[in-house]
């Protein structure tokens, strides 16, 4: 847990820091950071599902039977804030392919800077899954606090939050609005500027990955 808020986690493995570290290079092609972004994507997840419910199943090994263990209860929910966290989505998914997806689209309204909903579909019994909400930047917090609220309006209950880096007036807001839910990252860094990015950062997560201005 970092030491200033309590909710969140940064994933300071080699790995992750490395991987990182080259996703913020401003002359890493797309193709490139797409790469990085599903590969860093499975190392947050292993700690995003750290503490996973577990049962046993009786199994027949080349040996002998034995009680392994198992997942226990209803598949993962993974949910993609649109559009940056398909980026996130694939890599997990790769780790995790029998989890559920789910979506949330928004947008802010550039007169009131407030979150507005386009798109919502999320998988049955949420109130009985672990959600894993994904989106590679937490930066003002206002649509990830929005997203969360979305789910659990549909019924969620144990949410935790996935995001590449954070602001630390993300995570302040997040926090604020729900406690309850955990943010696992790579990275807190500094501070937003006068436009709302994330700086240090590595500029529009879902520019680069996509190729698009």
């Known amino acids: 847990m970092s ?16 991987k990182l570290s080259f996703m ?4 890493t092609s797309t193709g490139g950071f797409r790469r990085l972004l599903r590969e860093i994507s499975q190392l947050l997840a292993y700690e995003a599902t750290r503490n996973l419910d577990m049962t046993t199943m009786r199994i027949d090994t080349p040996m002998e039977p034995m009680d392994a263990p198992v997942l226990d209860g209803k598949k993962l929910a993974l949910i993609s804030i649109l559009r940056a966290g398909n980026g996130l989505l694939d890599g ?26 386009y798109y919502f579909k999320v998988p049955d ?14 930066a003002t917090g206002n649509s ?5 609220q979305l789910l ?40 937003l500027n006068e436009k709302g990015y994330i700086v240090p950062g590595l500029g529009d997560a879902g520019d680069r990955m996509f190729g698009t201005k």
Not at 92 to 115: H, K, M, N, S
Not at 157 to 170: D, S, W, Y
């Open 3 to 18: 030491e200033e808020f309590n909710n969140l986690t940064v994933v300071k493995h080699p790995l992750v820091q490395h």
């Open 24 to 27: 913020r290079k401003a002359d």
């Open 92 to 117: 997990v998914l790769e780790l995790i392919p029998a989890a559920r997806v789910g979506f949330v689209g928004l947008y802010r309204d550039e007169e009131t800077l407030q979150p507005v909903q």
């Open 125 to 138: 019994e949420m109130q009985n899954r672990l959600v894993i909400a994904l989106d590679p930047m937490l």
């Open 144 to 148: 990830s606090a929005a997203a969360v």
């Open 152 to 191: 659990k309006d549909a019924g969620a209950t144990n949410i935790r939050f996935m995001c590449l880096l954070a602001a630390p007036e993300g995570v302040k807001r997040m926090q604020e609005a729900h406690p309850d839910v955990p943010i696992i990252t790579a990275s807190l860094d500094s501070h």
